[in-house]
């Protein structure tokens, strides 16, 4: 059950069961959430990863599509639960590992989101501290090129 106010959406069963009638979603919508989510500088730094260390492209290439696929499948089979169940997968969890075996997926998702966080704050870290030297660098040049080339007072 959402509480709808104009565009803003509350959603108000969190890890709830969630009615028939409210479930909505296909598989291209997951597609677009995902791959918008994953489309960012830290995970194509981290594919390149495979590069720089010294693997042939064509090898780093395999080794992430394979990589992908192994780990897609289980994600996929675990996501097809929820529709049928009504619950969220960390939820689900609990049924496949029991209550105290889904602490550590539960944990393993923190430490990702956590990780996650902390490679985007340092890219924008990165991308400031770039941008900055840049400008500071092009107004010393400016400002030593103006007194250099001003005529002797």
Same mark, same amino acid.
Do not use: C
């Given at each position: 059950?959402? &509480? /709808?106010?104009? #565009?803003?959406?509350?959603? $108000?069963?969190?890890?709830?069961? %969630?009615?028939?009638? /409210?479930?909505?979603?296909?598989?291209?919508? *997951?597609? &677009? !959430?995902?791959?918008?989510?994953?489309?960012?500088?830290?995970?194509?730094? &981290?594919?390149? *990863?495979?590069?720089?260390? +010294?693997?042939?492209? %064509?090898?780093?290439?395999?080794?992430?599509?394979?990589? #992908?696929?192994?780990?897609? %499948?289980?994600?996929?089979?675990?996501?097809?639960?929820?529709?049928?169940?009504?619950?969220?997968?960390?939820?689900?969890?609990?049924?496949?590992? +029991?209550? @105290?075996?889904?602490?550590?997926?539960?944990? *393993?998702?923190? !430490?990702?989101? !956590? +990780?996650?966080?902390?490679? #985007?704050?340092?890219?924008? @870290? +990165?991308?400031?501290?770039?941008?900055?030297? &840049?400008?500071? $660098?092009?107004? *010393?040049? $400016?400002?030593?090129?103006?007194?250099? !080339?001003?005529?002797?007072?």
């Amino acid at each position: 059950m959402a &509480t /709808e106010t104009g #565009n803003f959406v509350v959603e $108000r069963h969190s890890i709830d069961y %969630i009615p028939e009638s /409210e479930r909505h979603g296909s598989p291209l919508s *997951l597609f &677009t !959430l995902w791959f918008s989510a994953n489309m960012q500088i830290t995970t194509v730094v &981290t594919g390149a *990863l495979a590069v720089v260390l +010294g693997l042939p492209l %064509i090898w780093a290439l395999v080794a992430i599509v394979v990589g #992908n696929i192994l780990g897609g %499948i289980f994600m996929a089979l675990h996501s097809a639960q929820g529709p049928t169940l009504g619950i969220p997968q960390m939820i689900q969890s609990r049924a496949q590992f +029991g209550f @105290y075996g889904a602490i550590l997926p539960l944990v *393993l998702v923190i !430490l990702i989101i !956590l +990780g996650i966080i902390a490679a #985007n704050v340092l890219n924008l @870290y +990165g991308i400031f501290l770039t941008t900055t030297t &840049t400008i500071l $660098r092009h107004s *010393l040049v $400016r400002h030593q090129s103006r007194r250099f !080339l001003s005529p002797a007072s």
